[in-house]
């Protein structure tokens, strides 16, 4: 083999080496089967991060299996309406940003799907109820997988640590595709979800945030099926000094013999 040859081939298998050491550290993202909503939907690994609060446990099974949380057609505004729960941002290591909001839900028989969602967040009111609007994120796009919908923010939130709210609201023409319900569930934590329908199209006197089951009497189930993702960033740790070396004493020279 000439040495023209011989170089040709090292250099193939060095960029061979390379390739192997360069394809694990590829970003995997999860593929799922979905449907995907809304103008320029997100891959659903876009909401990256893991789990800062997790109520998707013990969903209700029996009626009424869900609340009304919607902003409808403007012919049909009187009848927007809001649910909300609350979730807890812990202390920990490192400033948390949340990233997203993952619900179960479900249509009226025949409707959907809902055009796009918006997510609004609130700090902890009097009463222990949603208070002053802190982040409203509108007409997102989502990744439907019923009964799951997985809503993506469109940058990370921060927040400090501290008792928030979210309100998750489909936005949803009710001519022709009906209503958006999210699921109930049966296990409370902190305080019961709240409800709210400014316009008092259902003429319940919620004009303003309420406690669901006090708006509607059926509404026995306390709490809302949801999640809420988002990581933590910050500084690295400050590395400990080395001890400082101490000084040897001199030793005393020794008398001559």
Same mark, same amino acid.
């Given at each position: 083999m000439s040495n023209k040859a011989q170089s040709v081939q090292i250099r193939l298998v060095q960029l061979g080496c390379l390739l192997v050491m360069?394809?694990?550290?590829? %970003?995997?993202?999860p593929r799922a089967a979905a449907q995907r909503n809304g103008a320029g939907a997100l891959p659903i690994g876009d909401c990256?991060?893991?789990? !800062?609060?997790?109520?998707?446990?013990?969903?209700?099974?029996e009626p009424p299996v869900g609340i009304g949380s919607q902003q409808f057609? %403007?012919?049909?505004?009187? !009848?927007d309406n809001q649910a909300a729960?609350?979730?807890?941002?812990?202390? @920990?290591?490192?400033?948390?940003?949340?990233?997203g909001v993952g619900v179960m839900g479900?249509? =009226?028989? *025949? @409707? *959907?799907?809902? =055009?796009?969602?918006?997510?609004? !967040?609130?700090?902890?009111?009097? @009463?222990?109820?949603? *208070?002053?609007?802190?982040?409203?994120?509108?007409?997102?796009?989502?990744?439907?997988?019923?009964?799951?919908f997985l809503i993506c923010l469109p940058y990370p939130f921060f927040v =400090?640590?501290?008792?928030?709210?979210?309100?998750? &609201?489909a936005r949803q023409d009710s001519n022709p595709n009906g209503?958006?319900?999210?699921?109930?569930?049966?296990? &409370?934590?902190?305080?019961?979800a709240a409800w709210q329908n400014p316009g008092d199209g259902y003429g319940t006197g919620c004009i303003t945030w309420n406690g669901k089951s006090a708006c509607m009497a059926d509404q026995v189930w306390p709490d809302q099926v949801f999640q809420i993702l988002g990581f933590r960033e910050g500084p690295l740790p400050t590395p400990r000094p080395f001890p400082a070396a101490r000084p040897r004493p001199t030793p005393a020279p020794r008398? =001559?013999?």
């Open positions: 360069l394809f694990p550290a590829l %970003p995997v993202i990256f991060g893991s789990a !800062f609060w997790d109520q998707y446990d013990n969903p209700a099974t057609e %403007p012919a049909m505004g009187a !009848f729960d609350d979730f807890v941002i812990g202390d @920990g290591w490192g400033a948390p940003y949340i990233t479900e249509y =009226s028989a *025949g @409707g *959907g799907p809902a =055009s796009s969602f918006n997510i609004c !967040f609130y700090q902890n009111g009097a @009463g222990n109820l949603p *208070g002053t609007l802190i982040a409203a994120f509108m007409n997102l796009p989502y990744v439907e997988t019923p009964p799951d =400090s640590p501290g008792t928030y709210w979210v309100s998750v &609201q209503e958006w319900f999210w699921h109930n569930r049966t296990v &409370q934590s902190n305080a019961g008398p =001559s013999p």
